[in-house]
T-cell receptor, first 114, second 116 residues
């Protein structure tokens, strides 16, 4: 069964600190992996997209890594800011089948405190 | 997010009424997707449409739900005879081509349906 599991479910950190969010997936055949940021009451916004051959991709203070062998990805946030408080969603796409082939994780809710 | 327009942002319906949610994709995008998000849950795929065609509706409940994307005008997600369990956030997304090829898909701000 195609699944995406994220951990931790929630996380509280102090402003300025770094943090790492985890994503494990059992999606096959793998196409790409995306990280989205979703502010409360808003739609998801794309942070990164990685294909099978990409190990790391950065977007400002956000750095995503991908290990296709172990089927794990992480999102590292550097020097956190209050505006980073949001849910971070890992999304995995698989080849074939229908076009409804984006599998969403439940997200990690990050709270950055001053 | 800019560009994918959803309305209404918030909608309250009594049980048994109809809900219509509208989505205008980003300019130049011909692929539209609808997702539902329950509280504390991940987004769940509902339907994928191109202009005048339903490509994949495998995530749509068999009854009461329908979607269209006419040649002119926005895509519409229609829920007939709403029940309390339909209360959720409904997100529309669009892409210029199929997202399977790694294209970014852009989400709207969502429509929050509350059934009372």
């Amino acid at each position: 069964k195609n699944q995406v599991e994220q951990s931790p479910q929630s996380l509280i950190i102090l402003e300025g600190k770094n943090c790492t969010l985890q994503c494990n997936y059992t999606v096959s055949p793998f196409s790409n992996l995306r990280w989205y940021k979703q502010d409360t009451g808003r739609g998801p916004v794309s942070l990164t997209i990685m294909t099978f051959s990409e190990n790391t991709k950065s977007n400002g203070r956000y750095t995503a890594t991908l290990d296709a062998d172990t089927k794990q990805s992480s999102l590292h946030i550097t020097a956190s800011q209050l505006s980073d408080s949001a849910s971070y969603i890992c999304v995995v796409t698989f080849y074939g089948g229908s076009q409804g082939n984006l599998i969403f994780g439940k997200g990690t809710k990050l709270s950055v405190k001053p | 997010n800019a560009g994918v327009m959803q309305n209404p942002r918030h909608l309250v319906r009594r049980r048994g009424q109809e809900a219509r949610l509208r989505c205008s994709p980003m300019k130049g995008h011909s692929h539209v997707y609808w997702y539902r998000q329950l509280p504390e849950e991940g987004l769940k795929f509902m339907v994928y449409l191109q202009k005048e065609n339903i490509i994949d509706e495998s995530g749509m409940p068999k009854e009461r739900f329908s979607a269209e994307f006419p040649k002119e005008g926005p895509s519409i997600l229609r829920i007939q005879q709403v029940v309390r369990g339909d209360s959720a956030a409904y997100f529309c997304a669009s892409s210029p081509q199929t997202h399977s090829s790694g294209n970014t898909i852009y989400f709207g701000e969502g429509s929050w349906l509350t059934v009372v």
